[in-house]
């Protein structure tokens, strides 16, 4: 029995994922960083020869570039924006009293587990369509004009879709920590007299500080790479104006098949998401404290 | 004790919740109506929320046109498949860290964690290159092995934070009672180790289900799981609205049930262990 506990057995029982994880991490990242040194393309095999910061050069002065990391930060800022302060309201209101509570709550939770691809084409043509979509004939409805929303509003309608996939997320996670406020605390406060607004301002909103921390981390990595939502519904356009960073380097990729200009691209994308990881491991790490 | 509540503010309240849920939910209850209209039903105008000719041939259409069942069956191999290889790689580890941990054991975690936050789009091109040439482009088992990859630190976190709760003095006094190792593993560390196990499963089952950005990119025809399949309708010819819902409607009811089962899960799994 006391080999289960032996320090050479645990490290052996460690081992597997340390290494699988360490060649996951290790073996693509570099052959990436190897291939954005390399003039490289899928069209002319063969043709590889060293290209130096070349590609990074090409990559940082393309206008698609700036227009990407324009349009990834609006991406990642706009959902936020959404889906932090719709989620506070909602936990708020979801942790009320009321008949049904279950049944909203997995109302509510419900687009969070749908594929992207679904989420996406249902809005695309059920909704945002101008001719067939229900927000056209609600607009008619009205005597408007409908709207081409992914014609005209790219970049909008997908900060819309993708808020509402994660609106669930942000609720959920922020409607757990409130249910985890002291009873006590509250109606102490009531009792001194602390109004509703003082009672959100000065108990629950510090209360919440740190789960809110938590979703806007865990949500920024994940919108730091929002892809299925734009392939599907705008393919990155019209022009670029709906193409974020990580649809720019597949394009550059798998459409332009050029390997090394992705390859820098890919480096870029990394580099960015690494400034928002380092914040978020520390704060998962104090959790770790006990 | 309880806040005390008037019944109109309940009532207030559970109105307006509801009106809200029902909104948020609508885009999905929308689709489900859809699938059984008819394509010129899908489009009418005005359209009609329930009072049309129900019809299930949209279900039958998306199976014959496309072999819907195929790619469905992608999408249970792959997610099923990655789930369960991850947790027999996973569990002893996550069980070493959690009962004989180490100075080291924290950094371990750590760094297995940001192996998640590194983008996927960071290794797209030697993925791709690398999957070409050794031929698994576009089949299951490099689907797998993917997908496997990229929720392996999930699923060793969300075990190690159950496992860390089992109390290890449960184990010592198994001991003093005489039970063997085999005992102890069987009747004692089993069965409270099953629901973590199962909550794990159930979290990573939905994620690999979804994922949507390897199986976009590294499947074609053949092994294309349900999320790469729903893409090809992004592109349509012709009249396609209840064609698309039924597609969609037996891609996401699957996953819609078992998300509704594991709510607190969810929370715990995609904080990893922050918020509980």
Known sequence: MATLHTRSAARLMIAPSVLLLLAWMIVPLALTIYFSFLRYNLLMPGMEEFAGFSNYSYFLTDPAFFQAIFNTLAIVLGVLFITVIGGIALALLLDQPMFGQGIVRILVIAPFLIMPTVAALVWKNMFMNPVNGLFAWVAKLFGLQPFDFLANAPLLSVILIVAWQWLPFATLILLTALQSLDEEQKEAAQMDGAGAWSRFIYLVLPHLSRAITVVILIQTIFLLSVFAEILVTTNGGPGTQSTNLTFLVYAQALLQFDVGGASAGGIIAVILANIVAFFLMRMIGKTLEA | ?276
């Open chain 2, 1 to 276: 004790m309880a806040r005390n509540v008037s019944t109109r503010r309940k009532v207030v309240v559970t109105v307006v919740a509801w009106t809200i849920g029902i909104l948020i939910f609508f885009p999905i209850l929308w689709t489900f109506l859809t699938s059984f209209k008819s394509e010129a039903e899908a489009i009418a105008s005005p359209p009609s929320l329930l009072f049309f000719d129900w019809t299930t041939e949209n279900y039958f259409e998306v199976q014959s046109r496309s072999n819907y069942f195929r790619h469905f069956m992608n999408s249970v191999v792959v997610s099923f498949g990655s789930t369960l290889i991850g947790l027999v790689i996973a569990i002893p580890s996550a069980w070493a860290m959690a009962f004989s941990p180490t100075k080291r054991t924290k950094d371990v975690l750590m760094w297995m964690l940001s192996t998640k936050m590194m983008p996927s789009v960071g290794v797209l091109v030697p993925m791709y290159l690398m999957f070409r040439n050794t031929g698994l482009l576009d089949t299951r088992t490099g689907l797998v092995i993917v997908l496997t990859l990229i929720n392996l630190p999930i699923i060793i976190w969300m075990l190690y934070t159950y496992f860390k709760e089992i109390p290890g003095e449960i184990l010592e006094a198994a001991r003093m009672d005489g039970a063997s190792l085999s005992k102890e593993i069987i009747y004692v560390l089993t069965p409270m180790a099953i629901p973590g196990i199962a909550s794990t499963l159930l979290l990573n089952i939905i994620l690999a289900w979804n994922e949507a950005f390897w199986t976009l990119n590294l499947s074609a025809a053949k092994a294309a799981p349900l999320t790469a399949f729903i893409a090809s309708y992004s592109s349509p010819e012709g009249l396609f609205y209840a064609k698309l819902s039924a597609a969609s409607t037996m891609a996401i009811a699957p996953i819609l049930i078992l998300g509704w089962f594991s709510q607190k899960q969810l929370v715990r799994g995609l904080t990893f262990g922050a918020v509980k």
